[in-house]
């Protein structure tokens, strides 16, 4: 028993001439963004209204609060443990509906500044289309007739039967995808314009036409969208400022409960950034685009607002 106190006294005594330390205390900035190839070019660009990002050291088991970034924010930076990390993003349209995912790993060096871009990809799947045709023409057959929006698509026909409301109904399951829709009848006859149809994974759609001698209105509806999340915005911020000049922004989250606030000038923290309201004035910066971003954090998840603004030094 002496014999394992005294080595156990040596090791501690060795860890600490040789300097080392707990590795879980090691930490090093990662900044997080997404992967600006797509930008503009996909799909998921042109739908994205906000990102989730969950960030995982895999190393020490340690898994970070939810992070939600709107689509116009910056990259993020934070603070994580050094080792091997991943980083999980979905992709969230303006209907609360998952259309992209993409995941990136990094081995996070300590005291650095390590960043990470994640490529976010379209989920595959399938949802139906469901046509309702409401019309005054009687004595005719409706048809609806489907062609995804790319070269050599094959055109499909959903055929339109009566219900007991009189409303003509018909669906199918469609690839994720765009789709054309037009509306004509048993005579050859078509009513109103071409509508573009969006379909993603899991999210049944509903187009709607009510049709008559002159008239031709139609909404869409998207069907089994997630819970709406909680959102942060920032308000007040000034699209030009000079070099310092006076500032003051709010952030407004929605759905965050019992909030704490953290605030940052591009990657540095705001001096008495700890409100939901900030007042100062602007550090010396250089010409160019820089960032407010506010870090709003709930009980368990964390969002992310971000005001773009540009340095004007004049001529």
């Known amino acids: 028993m002496k014999t394992g106190r005294i ?9 600490i001439l040789t300097g080392c330390t707990d590795p879980v205390t090691e930490t090093g900035t990662l900044t997080i963004s997404m992967d600006n190839r797509t930008r503009g070019l996909s799909i998921i660009d042109m739908e994205t209204r906000y990102y989730l990002v969950d960030v ?27 080792g091997n990390t991943e980083v999980s993003v979905s992709a ?37 289309l469901i046509i309702e045709i409401d019309t005054s023409i009687k004595g005719v057959d409706f048809i609806a007739e489907i062609q995804k929006s790319q070269a050599g698509a094959v055109s499909l026909e959903i055929p339109l039967t009566a219900g007991p409301d009189g409303i003509l109904r018909g669906r199918m399951s469609l690839d994720s995808g765009f789709y054309l829709v037009r509306i004509r009848d048993g005579n050859g006859n078509y009513y109103g314009k071409v509508e573009s149809v969006r379909i993603f994974k899991d999210a049944d759609i ?18 089994n969208a997630i819970v709406p999340t909680p959102s942060v915005a920032v308000e007040g911020g000034k699209a030009q400022y000079t070099d310092g000049e006076s500032y003051s922004l709010t952030a407004i989250s929605r759905g965050i409960t019992d909030p704490t606030y953290q605030w940052l000038i591009d990657d540095n923290a705001v001096v008495n950034g700890n409100t939901a309201t900030i007042t ?3 550090p010396h910066l250089a010409a160019g685009r820089h960032y407010f971003t506010v870090i709003v954090r709930g009980s368990d998840v964390q969002w992310v607002g971000n005001h773009e603004f540009t340095i004007n030094r004049g001529i």
């Open 7 to 15: 080595s156990l006294i040596l090791l501690s005594l060795l860890a």
């Open 206 to 223: 509903t187009y709607r036409a009510d049709v008559g001698e002159d008239r031709f209105n139609v909404s869409i509806e998207i069907h």
């Open 56 to 82: 995982l050291n895999t190393d020490k088991s340690i898994t970070y609060d939810q992070i939600r970034l709107e689509e116009s924010a910056a990259a993020y930076p934070m603070t994580v443990a050094s």
């Open 92 to 128: 969230y349209n303006r209907d609360n509906v998952e259309i992209g995912r993409g995941t990136s790993s990094i081995n996070v060096v300590p005291n650095r500044n390590n960043s990470v871009d994640v490529r976010v990809e379209e989920i595959p799947g399938k949802a139906d």
């Open 280 to 282: 100062g004035t602007l």
